[in-house]
């Protein structure tokens, strides 16, 4: 490690041990997203950020390049809408047809929406929330995997959330009546999103408990494909605890813009100390295949990251499979990069 702290900063990644290595950041343009890409840039790495405007987006990497000294061609953008399956589908095609058979070290599923007021729903006629949050990554890490997997040690971090804690169903994620009653639609007369029945942070809470399943899903096919570990993919989960990530505004129950950012400025740590938990499950040789890493302080809050203890629901296989079966169906996604062998 390039400190002698016993905790985990940004000083830990040596310099320059990033060179050549290739990370994508969903969620770049702004917050965590974006203060983990200047540490991933100001280390060496190649970063493409990506986020659905692409002024935000041209405005996030000019400020890396001038944070990191980074050359312009160690900094790429692209737009990326995460509610839409065939924005999803365009960046991947894209990314396949410029980048080809150049590996891939790192996706960071970081983008997310959190608690809409009202009911929204996404061009494929999912909840928006849970399109954006987990349906829309589930299916960029299929379209990725190729590429992750042509790389040794690479990684695929989700970020999730303390609220994943918060959902009363049995499951964490309400899956268990997928194919019955598909709760992600919110079509009327679905499930438990009929008119009046939409609850924003119920739903928020199961699309982070989402992340997680996910990612333990993903570790066990891994691991039974063959593909896990320093020869393979590992999936890692983190968090920024209570920080300033910009998701707080989208909610109207917290007062609006002005609530948050005055909650933000009284009780959030900064952008930059929330970004440590996904730098150190993306880079970091002690993050290890499904662990939850966030802030180490008060209730895993605010802090320096190590690894934390998630809901004991997360550690639901059954509800992950679940959950894996039922994100396939819903967006299409072709696994079948985990059934070819490894190339020798």
């Known amino acids: 490690m390039g400190a002698s702290s016993s905790h985990f900063s940004a000083a830990s990644v040596p310099d320059g041990s990033l060179a050549g290595k290739r990370i994508v950041i969903t969620g770049g343009s702004s917050g965590i997203g974006l203060e983990a890409a200047k540490v991933f840039a100001a280390k060496g790495a190649k970063v493409l950020l990506t986020s659905r405007s692409q002024p935000r987006l041209d405005a996030a990497a000019e400020e890396v390049r001038k944070a990191t000294g980074a050359a312009d061609d160690?900094?790429?953008?692209?737009?990326?809408?995460?509610?839409?399956?065939?924005?999803?589908?365009?960046?991947?095609?894209?990314?396949?047809?410029?980048?080809?058979?150049?590996?891939?070290?790192?996706?960071?599923?970081?983008?997310?929406?959190?608690?809409?007021?009202?009911?929204?729903?996404?061009?494929?006629?999912?909840?928006?929330?849970?399109?954006?949050?987990?349906?829309?990554?589930?299916?960029?890490?299929?379209?990725m995997l190729p590429s992750l997997l042509r790389t040794a040690g690479s990684r695929v971090v989700n970020v999730s959330s303390m609220a994943h804690q918060w959902p009363a169903d049995a499951d964490g994620t309400g899956i268990s009546d997928a194919v019955a009653k598909d709760p992600f639609r919110v079509a009327a007369a679905s499930g438990g999103f009929a008119a009046g029945q939409y609850?924003?942070?119920?739903?928020?809470?199961?699309?982070?408990?989402?992340?997680?399943?996910?990612?333990?899903?993903?570790?066990?096919?891994?691991e039974a494909a063959g593909r896990a570990g320093a020869a393979g993919v590992t999936a890692i989960s983190a968090h920024p605890g209570y920080s300033a990530t910009g998701l707080q505004a989208t909610s109207g129950s917290m007062g609006g813009s002005v609530g948050a950012?005055?909650?933000?400025?009284?009780?959030?740590?900064?952008?930059?100390?929330?970004?440590?938990?996904?730098?150190?499950?993306?880079?970091?040789?002690?993050a290890a295949a499904g662990q939850y890493i966030g802030p180490s302080g008060t209730n895993?809050?605010?802090?320096?990251?190590?690894?934390?203890?998630?809901?004991?629901?997360?550690?639901?296989?059954?509800?992950?499979?679940?959950?894996?079966?039922?994100?396939?169906?819903?967006?299409?996604?072709?696994?079948?990069?985990?059934?070819?062998?490894?190339?020798?």
């Open 261 to 286: 950012a005055i909650g933000n400025a009284l009780f959030a740590q900064s952008a930059a100390m929330g970004a440590l938990p996904l730098v150190m499950a993306s880079v970091s040789p002690d």
């Open 300 to 344: 895993n809050m605010w802090g320096y990251p190590s690894a934390n203890t998630p809901d004991p629901r997360a550690f639901r296989a059954d509800a992950a499979e679940k959950l894996w079966d039922a994100s396939t169906a819903l967006t299409g996604a072709d696994w079948s990069a985990l059934d070819a062998p490894p190339r020798s």
């Open 199 to 222: 609850e924003p942070w119920k739903q928020y809470a199961r699309t982070k408990m989402a992340n997680l399943h996910f990612t333990l899903e993903l570790n066990r096919r891994l």
């Open 74 to 143: 160690r900094v790429e953008t692209r737009p990326l809408d995460l509610s839409s399956f065939r924005s999803v589908n365009e960046f991947a095609d894209w990314y396949v047809e410029t980048h080809g058979e150049k590996p891939l070290h790192v996706l960071l599923n970081n983008a997310g929406v959190m608690a809409f007021p009202d009911r929204r729903e996404s061009a494929d006629g999912f909840e928006m929330q849970m399109a954006t949050n987990h349906l829309g990554h589930f299916l960029l890490t299929a379209r």
